[in-house]
């Protein structure tokens, strides 16, 4: 038989888990307090090892093709990441002259660093205009030149000719070539430019062979680094580099008042990580600001506060530690995740405590109040804890690693709450008394909502009901209605701002102008250089389809800079430049016979190139680590493909995805097309997990309130308090996205919690108003922490990370209405729904004032919402 504690209140078994669990931290609080200290700094430790990824490759699982092939880009390659070195002239466009001297050095000197670190660099594009202008009859399409020297045949009259070599007219036939003919050939019909001066007019934009910024005044260098700009240290590293490279220049900046500024994907990642590295100190230390403020206000005892406030911050170091064990790193989704776990896991702490609190304003000794408080709160705020745990617990199933590792952080750092708050709160509270003890009825009462007011709120309790029947079908009806265009399809409404940087955001634009085309492009890992070009000619042939043809500007492989079939090439320029004999441009007119000795002059001077030929910023965008060169195909989007919209995004993806070439099949993969397979994942997998949440939650109900009517009282206001959302969300046009498809599972776990505190506490008291004026501030205080957790989220850089906040407030909100204003209307509409033990629930009047009852049964026990008010009868008879 076990023994109980009489407190003066209620008989407690002394043999429960969490009697002994606080009677051992009451007697022993330095072990207890001690213990959680080691814990807590242990975990704060392994927390300051955590690294933030934030592409989104880490987001999806390591299966998925388009991260299988990142993985490879980066070991192949180093990555596609850029450094804009962008070289300004302080003192207008008269110092540009200055700049570009300035801008052909610093990329001497990086390409000086290797190309174990830079890839290839850029800034003088003359070396380039010149090999093009110089190699131009190379770089035409084979069956081009054949068609080109077919005409020609034809218009000297020697169509029927199949001979290559060593034809020329007859000696006698002096008969002028038509004109008209002549001019079927585009290399020798004057009226059209000749290709060398095409050649020239596509670089005609580069000032002095610079890339300029429209004002005129701005230089740009593109350096493509050979490391990867997914690793902060290693992108951190290489910027130091290149900037101590610049300050070597100090003079010549000095002299010539230049500017040297850093943009690209290298240092815009570095910005964002410590803006998300600010953001997350700065989110956390707001929210738990906030929260001790209010619990302080809504105690008004600091001794409370302070050790609730210990112990959840040390759940949540130990919650991180962890992570860093298990997982090793946070992304953008879990980065913040701080601020939602102190939100949501004080919220069993502050139902502990206003019982507590309760008990000590009634004369109880603290170790009666805190043994009878923790058996009164514990039982139901496990329900919560691992209601919340089950909802964040579901999105481990998911393949989305985003969603995995956001189930598994808020799962245990739920449950971890719940833990160090019953195991370390006794702790403190018990030191706090023996430095200075309080005497019980200075504790001041936890303040309650006036019952004549709720009669008066209720007086017509199926209004209410009917009134939510309407909000829930027009929710309904608006969700559905704007079903088609939920999801966020303008990913930059997802994309991170660079706060406080206006330097890097004016750098980042200069760079962009002056580089005057897309930089958004794909690269496809390919096994020889043959199925490179094949895989072109595949992307050129989808270019024809109306599906691609203004979203796909071009594909490019080292045959750009290496022309292929050069021997064949050469054997029919040669062809070409024996047909233009002396002879045949005699019988030109004057101004064909011009044009054709250019052509005739240009086509003759061309031989095999090579490698050592080229300049090396062309070979180099296409040289592996290993110095392979050949491999690798680069499909650029066009400057107004606006792939930052989903359908162009998913129409590009699949553009450059699954080329057949010589019978197989390949893929390119980049930020885009990564991109692109998340928001197919957030799709499939987003509705399941969803669903899977729910059911989840709906079984923990039914288990711990062990009666039908009462669970789907509680389930029924919880979704109603979720369709809610949805529709608010829909009026307010919040979209989903990415990331904040989570609210929904998320929103079932805790806002369940709600609805379960009103309605044990009304079965405890067999009341609906007395009950609902106690519970209510504490379910509100409960809300009211979880709001300022996601709040905080209002405040991050990320875009998608505030569309979640204002998502999950409107939850908060919803889920707190259904459960103290629908759920009360439908106790008091229809009474009958309560059922369970004892007598019939009644409006105002507390039965269960006077009198000591017996222990309940589990699904009949006190809640964690009874906490917060007046106790059962058993309370209110001390």
Same mark, same amino acid.
């Given at each position: 038989?076990?023994?109980?504690?009489?407190?003066?209140?209620?008989?407690?078994?002394?043999?429960?888990?969490?009697?002994?669990?606080?009677?051992?931290?009451?007697?022993?609080?330095?072990?207890?307090?001690?213990?959680?200290?080691?814990?807590?700094?242990?975990?704060?430790?392994?927390?300051?090892?955590?690294?933030?990824?934030?592409?989104?490759?880490?987001?999806?699982?390591?299966?998925?093709?388009?991260? &299988?092939?990142?993985?490879?880009?980066?070991?192949?390659?180093?990555?596609?990441?850029?450094?804009?070195?962008?070289?300004?002239?302080?003192?207008?466009?008269?110092?540009?002259?200055?700049?570009?001297?300035?801008?052909?050095?610093?990329?001497?000197?990086?390409?000086?660093?290797?190309?174990?670190?830079?890839?290839?660099?850029?800034?003088?594009?003359?070396?380039?205009?010149?090999?093009?202008?110089?190699?131009?009859?190379?770089?035409?399409?084979?069956?081009?030149?054949?068609?080109?020297?077919?005409?020609?045949?034809?218009?000297?009259?020697?169509?029927?000719?199949?001979?290559?070599?060593?034809?020329?007219?007859?000696?006698?036939?002096?008969?002028?070539?038509?004109?008209?003919?002549?001019?079927?050939?585009?290399?020798?019909?004057?009226?059209?430019?000749?290709?060398?001066?095409?050649?020239?007019?596509?670089?005609?934009?580069?000032?002095?062979?610079?890339?300029?910024?429209?004002?005129?005044?701005?230089?740009?260098?593109?350096?493509?680094?050979?490391?990867?700009?997914?690793?902060?240290?290693?992108?951190?590293?290489?910027?130091?580099?290149?900037?101590?490279?610049?300050?070597?220049?100090?003079?010549?900046?000095?002299?010539?008042?230049?500017?040297?500024?850093?943009?690209?994907?290298?240092?815009?990642?570095?910005?964002?990580?410590?803006?998300?590295?600010?953001?997350?100190?700065?989110?956390?230390?707001?929210?738990?600001?906030?929260?001790?403020?209010?619990?302080?206000?809504?105690?008004?005892?600091?001794?409370?506060?302070?050790?609730?406030?210990?112990?959840?911050?040390?759940?949540?170091?130990?919650?991180?530690?962890?992570?860093?064990?298990?997982?090793?790193?946070?992304?953008?989704?879990?980065?913040?995740?701080?601020?939602?776990?102190?939100?949501?896991?004080?919220?069993?702490?502050?139902?502990?405590?206003?019982?507590?609190?309760?008990?000590?304003?009634?004369?109880?000794?603290?170790?009666?109040?805190?043994?009878?408080?923790?058996?009164?709160?514990?039982?139901?705020?496990?329900?919560?804890?691992?209601?919340?745990?089950?909802?964040?617990?579901?999105?481990?199933?998911?393949?989305?690693?985003?969603?995995?590792?956001?189930?598994?952080?808020?799962?245990?750092?739920?449950?971890?709450?719940?833990?160090?708050?019953?195991?370390?709160?006794?702790?403190?509270?018990?030191?706090?008394?023996?430095?200075?003890?309080?005497?019980?009825?200075?504790?001041?009462?936890?303040?309650?909502?006036?019952?004549?007011?709720?009669?008066?709120?209720?007086?017509?309790?199926?209004?209410?009901?009917?009134?939510?029947?309407?909000?829930?079908?027009?929710?309904?009806?608006?969700?559905?209605?704007?079903?088609?265009?939920?999801?966020?399809?303008?990913?930059?409404?997802?994309?991170?701002?660079?706060?406080?940087?206006?330097?890097?955001?004016?750098?980042?634009?200069?760079?962009?102008?002056?580089?005057?085309?897309?930089?958004?492009?794909?690269?496809?890992?390919?096994?020889?250089?043959?199925?490179?070009?094949?895989?072109?000619?595949?992307?050129?042939?989808?270019?024809?389809?109306?599906?691609?043809?203004?979203?796909?500007?071009?594909?490019?492989?080292?045959?750009?800079?290496?022309?292929?079939?050069?021997?064949?090439?050469?054997?029919?320029?040669?062809?070409?430049?024996?047909?233009?004999?002396?002879?045949?441009?005699?019988?030109?007119?004057?101004?064909?016979? &011009?044009?054709?000795?250019?052509?005739?002059?240009?086509?003759?001077?061309?031989?095999?190139?090579?490698?050592?030929?080229?300049?090396?910023?062309?070979?180099?965008?296409?040289?592996?680590?290993?110095?392979?060169?050949?491999?690798?195909?680069?499909?650029?989007?066009?400057?107004?493909?606006?792939?930052?919209?989903?359908?162009?995004?998913?129409?590009?993806?699949?553009?450059?995805?699954?080329?057949?070439?010589?019978?197989?099949?390949?893929?390119?993969?980049?930020?885009?097309?990564?991109?692109?397979?998340?928001?197919?994942?957030?799709?499939?997998?987003?509705?399941?997990?969803?669903?899977?949440?729910?059911?989840?939650?709906?079984?923990?109900?039914?288990?711990?309130?062990?009666?039908?009517?009462?669970?789907?009282?509680?389930?029924?206001?919880?979704?109603?308090?979720?369709?809610?959302?949805?529709?608010?969300?829909?009026?307010?046009?919040?979209?989903?996205?990415?990331?904040?498809?989570?609210?929904?599972?998320?929103?079932?776990?805790?806002?369940?919690?709600?609805?379960?505190?009103?309605?044990?506490?009304?079965?405890?008291?067999?009341?609906?108003?007395?009950?609902?004026?106690?519970?209510?501030?504490?379910?509100?205080?409960?809300?009211?922490?979880?709001?300022?957790?996601?709040?905080?989220?209002?405040?991050?850089?990320?875009?998608?990370?505030?569309?979640?906040?204002?998502?999950?407030?409107?939850?908060?909100?919803?889920?707190?209405?259904?459960?103290?204003?629908?759920?009360?209307?439908?106790?008091?509409?229809?009474?009958?729904?309560?059922?369970?033990?004892?007598?019939?629930?009644?409006?105002?009047?507390?039965?269960?004032?006077?009198?000591?009852?017996?222990?309940?049964?589990?699904?009949?026990?006190?809640?964690?919402?009874?906490?917060?008010?007046?106790?059962?009868?058993?309370?209110?008879?001390?």
């Amino acid at each position: 038989m076990g023994s109980f504690i009489e407190g003066g209140s209620m008989s407690i078994d002394s043999r429960s888990p969490i009697a002994r669990l606080t009677g051992a931290s009451l007697r022993h609080p330095w072990r207890f307090v001690l213990g959680a200290l080691a814990l807590a700094i242990a975990g704060g430790y392994l927390s300051s090892k955590l690294e933030i990824r934030s592409s989104f490759e880490e987001l999806l699982p390591s299966d998925v093709p388009s991260v &299988r092939e990142i993985k490879t880009l980066i070991r192949r390659v180093g990555g596609d990441g850029t450094v804009f070195v962008v070289v300004e002239a302080l003192d207008g466009p008269g110092g540009l002259s200055a700049a570009q001297r300035l801008a052909r050095k610093l990329a001497a000197d990086y390409r000086a660093l290797g190309p174990g670190v830079i890839r290839s660099v850029e800034a003088d594009i003359t070396p380039i205009a010149s090999w093009y202008q110089d190699h131009w009859p190379l770089f035409l399409d084979l069956g081009e030149l054949e068609r080109g020297r077919d005409d020609l045949v034809h218009a000297i009259g020697e169509a029927k000719s199949k001979a290559l070599f060593g034809l020329g007219l007859d000696e006698e036939d002096s008969k002028p070539i038509s004109v008209e003919e002549l001019r079927k050939t585009p290399l020798l019909d004057p009226s059209k430019p000749l290709p060398r001066e095409q050649v020239a007019e596509r670089f005609a934009r580069y000032k002095d062979g610079f890339m300029v910024a429209p004002d005129g005044r701005s230089v740009l260098v593109v350096v493509r680094p050979a490391g990867t700009s997914l690793a902060v240290s290693q992108a951190r590293e290489l910027l130091d580099r290149m900037r101590q490279v610049a300050d070597r220049h100090e003079s010549e900046l000095r002299d010539y008042h230049l500017r040297v500024g850093f943009a690209g994907s290298f240092p815009v990642f570095v910005a964002e990580y410590e803006a998300i590295i600010n953001d997350v100190f700065s989110t956390f230390g707001l929210c738990v600001s906030i929260i001790l403020l209010s619990l302080v206000l809504f105690y008004r005892d600091v001794r409370s506060t302070l050790a609730l406030g210990a112990s959840v911050l040390a759940a949540v170091a130990v919650t991180f530690g962890l992570t860093r064990l298990v997982i090793g790193y946070l992304n953008t989704q879990t980065a913040f995740l701080g601020a939602i776990v102190v939100g949501n896991g004080i919220n069993y702490g502050l139902i502990y405590l206003a019982r507590v609190s309760q008990l000590r304003q009634r004369a109880a000794s603290l170790e009666v109040a805190v043994q009878e408080g923790a058996a009164v709160a514990a039982r139901a705020t496990l329900l919560a804890a691992l209601g919340t745990s089950v909802s964040f617990g579901t999105l481990v199933v998911a393949a989305n690693r985003g969603f995995r590792h956001f189930g598994f952080i808020g799962g245990i750092g739920m449950v971890l709450c719940w833990a160090f708050t019953f195991a370390l709160v006794p702790a403190l509270l018990a030191l706090m008394e023996r430095v200075r003890p309080l005497p019980p009825r200075a504790v001041r009462r936890v303040r309650h909502w006036d019952v004549p007011r709720l009669r008066r709120a209720f007086a017509r309790p199926r209004l209410i009901v009917a009134v939510f029947a309407v909000l829930t079908v027009a929710s309904v009806a608006l969700f559905v209605h704007r079903l088609p265009h939920a999801m966020e399809l303008n990913l930059d409404n997802l994309t991170n701002d660079i706060k406080g940087n206006d330097v890097l955001k004016r750098d980042q634009s200069l760079a962009n102008d002056a580089l005057g085309k897309s930089s958004s492009s794909v690269l496809a890992l390919l096994p020889s250089r043959e199925v490179a070009d094949g895989y072109c000619d595949a992307i050129r042939e989808r270019q024809k389809d109306p599906r691609w043809k203004e979203l796909i500007e071009g594909c490019e492989t080292v045959s750009s800079v290496l022309p292929r079939d050069q021997e064949k090439k050469l054997a029919v320029l040669r062809d070409i430049v024996a047909r233009l004999s002396p002879r045949v441009l005699s019988r030109l007119p004057p101004e064909e016979a &011009r044009r054709a000795r250019i052509v005739r002059e240009q086509l003759a001077s061309q031989g095999p190139v090579a490698a050592d030929d080229a300049p090396p910023s062309l070979l180099d965008r296409f040289r592996e680590r290993d110095g392979t060169v050949g491999r690798i195909a680069v499909v650029t989007a066009r400057a107004g493909a606006h792939i930052e919209l989903a359908p162009n995004l998913r129409a590009f993806a699949a553009g450059v995805r699954g080329v057949e070439v010589a019978g197989r099949k390949y893929d390119a993969s980049g930020e885009s097309v990564v991109f692109s397979d998340l928001l197919s994942n957030i799709e499939r997998e987003g509705p399941l997990t969803t669903l899977v949440s729910f059911l989840c939650v709906c079984l923990l109900v039914v288990f711990f309130i062990r009666h039908l009517r009462g669970s789907l009282l509680v389930i029924g206001t919880l979704a109603v308090g979720v369709i809610l959302m949805g529709g608010v969300a829909s009026a307010l046009r919040v979209k989903i996205n990415f990331f904040n498809f989570v609210v929904y599972p998320i929103t079932f776990g805790i806002a369940v919690d709600y609805g379960a505190n009103v309605l044990a506490r009304m079965r405890a008291r067999r009341t609906i108003l007395p009950a609902l004026s106690e519970v209510g501030p504490a379910v509100v205080l409960c809300n009211w922490t979880s709001v300022v957790g996601y709040g905080s989220l209002l405040f991050s850089l990320n875009r998608a990370l505030r569309s979640f906040g204002w998502y999950a407030m409107a939850g908060e909100v919803t889920t707190l209405l259904t459960a103290l204003l629908l759920l009360p209307a439908l106790l008091l509409s229809f009474p009958n729904a309560m059922g369970g033990q004892g007598p019939r629930m009644r409006p105002g009047r507390d039965d269960s004032a006077g009198h000591r009852s017996s222990p309940r049964k589990p699904g009949q026990g006190e809640a964690m919402a009874s906490a917060s008010g007046q106790g059962d009868g058993r309370s209110n008879a001390s």
